[in-house]
């Protein structure tokens, strides 16, 4: 099943015939779909049914058993990885460091070293770059946003998130899917697998509904979304 | 950045973790006393007879101790997945390798300074070659030993029962270089024989493993 | 290629059976040793098939990391195998010659060491096999094979180095030593059966691994076409 696809620019992904097995087990069973730029795509579905393994895929860390995947135009991941972020399932921290000490050590794996770069990358996800604590006592909710600051620190085109809200409190999980709305906005592109649908009502622009390694349904949301800016947001822009 | 920056970056960030937690130094700097202190028991030589065999002991202390140093290495990169952020950034895979390798070649070295003073004493060693020629040969067999242990390591922590994979497959590939090490030193300290050959060899031996490293190592670091 | 390899193994029997008989009976005593020097025949035939052998799984890892088909990790894996085999066989032989000639099980010998090593490394290579799993096992693999292979011309030089400083009895009557007509030709005979059972094995545990891979795809193939399209 195609999905829908923007005629006035190229498609940001196109995934054609994908199938990944490990072993006998079929993760991703034949997924074809182009995803338009500029969108924000929830992808959801059960526990097995591949949203995490076809994330790896998008993101370069795991090669398809068959099919090709076309990202930004490019057919090997590796070039286009500056224009990539990724946010795990697990923190892809450094426990040992402090917030700003991991910021700056994957920003210099970008070619970044301006320190402004990081600290606003903190900010805007709500944590303070003075903060010398460690990330091991860091609560989840700091540990997932730090690492959402992470991943969008080298402002990439395409950002890739997979269950960025579990077991993160209510108040942290809201301002983060509004971070996300927000940079929508901008112009990125932005997948987000996770089980809390609910959060992403609102902002929205497509949900992905995956079952047993295929991609089942496509809903978009109509018209395209924009996020209302409210006043408890507005301090963190 | 270039790979030497980015290889700087990491390993400037692994040796501040390092020196954070100092766990693994710790317990390495007694799993290292400990090594001298037992193999003293077991080989309790005249002075004379030991210069003959202290070659052999001291390298074998190094191999055991380097062996614990390099199983750590990559389990900080597993912890929260974290490696997946490296790999997923444009670095460069060699310049993670690189990074490793030297910083377990700090680590190994220091335990080595650390140990060899303390088998000296044991041993009431005194070199009857020049000494200068010993530090070449440490340090040419411990790069041999670390090189490879860290491509090794990085192997084998996709493999179930990890720990003991490394010193399974490093050991006999390692051979031609310990055998190296051992009889240089021993040459050396007794000074009956020209410690020259095994140099060379060692020298060859690290070029060549390194390259291959090098060559390898990215298709290792993306097998999943 | 089927129908050329049963001819093929039929001849590789015969031949087997000829330079056997011809090892036993028909090549002359030797003059010191006696009857056991006939293991010679077994011996250094062994560690030459390991060494075609070792060098296939070196050709085909490197094939493998350049293409990443199914073939040639098949026949790495086959070729490693059949290695491990020979090379254990030269080092039963080994002993079994050294014990009633020299007196001693074991001697430090350049061939006889390099061979022990390089069975240490091949052995390990297959226990990485074993012990890695799923897609990762081929890519790990091939990379190991590689450092054996590449490994192998540093072990000798560095044995043969220590065994010019610290020397020790020579199996096989040393580098230069000549051998008789009569015994060479016997020698022949068996380098070239041995060699031809080192080709059927590989082709028959090559086959073997492929069929694996092809019953492999076969479920991943059922398995894409029975879900819900």
């Known amino acids: 099943m195609t999905g829908t696809s923007d005629t006035f620019s190229p498609p940001v992904i196109v995934l054609k015939d994908l199938v990944k097995f490990f072993g006998r087990f079929g993760a991703i069973r034949g997924v074809s779909a182009s995803f338009a730029p500029g969108r924000l795509y929830v992808v959801i579905g059960d526990n097995g049914a591949g949203k995490s393994t076809l994330l790896r895929i998008i993101a370069g860390l795991m090669e398809p058993s068959q099919g090709s995947l076309t990202l930004l135009g490019a057919s090997k991941v590796r070039d286009v990885a500056r224009s990539l972020g990724y946010m795990g399932h697990a923190p892809l921290l450094y ?9 700056r050590y994957f920003a210099g794996l970008y070619g970044l070293h301006d320190e402004g770069v990081c600290q606003n990358a903190m900010q805007m996800v709500g944590l303070d770059p003075e903060l010398s604590r460690r990330v091991a006592q860091y609560s989840q909710g700091m540990r997932q946003r730090l690492s959402l600051a992470r991943a969008v620190l080298h402002d990439p085109e395409l950002i890739l998130l997979d269950e960025p809200f579990s077991n993160v409190d209510v108040h942290s999980a809201r301002e983060m899917a509004a971070l996300l709305g927000r940079m929508r906005d901008k112009g990125k592109t932005i997948f987000v697998v996770t089980h809390q649908a609910a959060l992403m009502e609102d902002i929205a622009d497509e949900f992905v509904h995956m079952t047993s390694g295929q991609i089942v349904a496509r809903e978009a949301l109509l018209p395209p979304r924009r996020t209302s800016v409210d006043s408890k947001a507005e301090k963190w822009l | 950045m270039s790979t030497f920056g980015m290889t700087g970056a990491t390993l400037y960030k692994d040796l501040r973790m390092e020196w954070r937690s100092k766990d693994a130094i710790n317990s390495m700097l007694f799993f290292a006393l400990l090594v001298v202190v037992i193999f003293s028991f077991a080989f309790t030589p ?32 597993l912890r929260n997945q974290v490696l997946d952020a490296y790999r997923v950034s444009p670095a460069p895979a060699n310049a993670l390798f690189l990074a490793k390798a030297l910083g377990n070649f700090l680590f190994v070295v220091v335990l080595e300074a650390l140990m060899v003073p303390l088998f000296v004493v044991f041993y009431q060693l005194r070199s009857v070659g020049p000494v200068w020629q010993l530090l070449v040969v440490a340090l040419l067999g411990t790069w041999a030993l670390v ?46 024989a020209s410690p020259d050959f095994w140099i060379k060899m060692l020298a060859v031996y690290d070029v060549v493993f390194t390259s291959v490293c090098l060559l390898l190592f990215e298709s290792v670091l993306n097998a999943e | 290629m089927k129908s050329v390899f049963i001819p093929f193994v039929v001849l590789t029997v015969g031949l087997l059976a000829f330079s056997t008989y011809q090892a036993l009976f028909v090549a002359p005593t030797e003059q010191t040793m006696g009857e056991v020097q006939r293991i010679f025949y077994y011996h250094v035939p062994s560690a030459w098939t390991a060494g075609v052998c070792f060098f296939v799984n070196f050709l085909a890892s490197v094939l493998y990391l350049w293409k990443r088909n ?65 897609g990762q096992t081929q890519v790990l693999a091939a990379a190991l094979a590689v450092f054996g292979f590449v490994d192998v011309p ?3 030089m560095s044995i043969r180095w220590f065994r010019t400083q610290h020397p020790s009895p020579v199996m096989g009557g040393g580098e230069n030593s000549g051998l008789d007509p009569a015994m060479l030709y016997v020698f022949f005979w068996n380098l070239l059966s041995f060699t031809c059972v080192g080709i059927v094995l590989m082709v028959i545990r090559y086959r073997l691994q492929m069929l694996e891979e092809k019953v492999e795809a076969a479920h991943v193939t059922a398995a894409l076409q029975g879900g819900a399209r």
């Open chain 2, 147 to 192: 090189v490879n242990g860290t491509f090794f390591a990085a192997l084998s922590i996709r493999t179930r029962s990890r720990e003991i994979m490394l010193p399974l497959i490093l050991f006999p590939i390692s051979i031609p270089a310990l055998l190296g090490m051992v009889d240089a030193t021993t040459s050396i300290l007794t000074g009956e």
């Open chain 3, 70 to 134: 199914a073939a040639s990790d098949a026949l790495a894996a086959a070729s490693a195998e059949v290695g491990v085999m020979f090379c254990t066989v030269v080092l039963i032989t080994g002993p079994i010659w050294a014990r009633p000639v020299w007196g001693i099980w074991w001697t430090w010998d350049a061939r006889l060491t390099t061979t022990l090593v390089l069975w240490l490394i091949y052995v390990s290579y297959l226990v990485l096999r074993r012990f890695s799993s799923g």
């Open chain 1, 95 to 103: 426990d040992e460091l402090s917030g700003m000490e991991n910021l």
């Open chain 3, 154 to 156: 540093i072990v000798y």
């Open chain 2, 46 to 77: 005249t002075a004379e007879e030991s210069r003959h065999i202290v070659g052999g002991l001291v390298w074998v202390a190094f191999l055991f101790a380097a062996v614990v140093a390099l199983n750590q290495t990559w389990a900080r990169e």
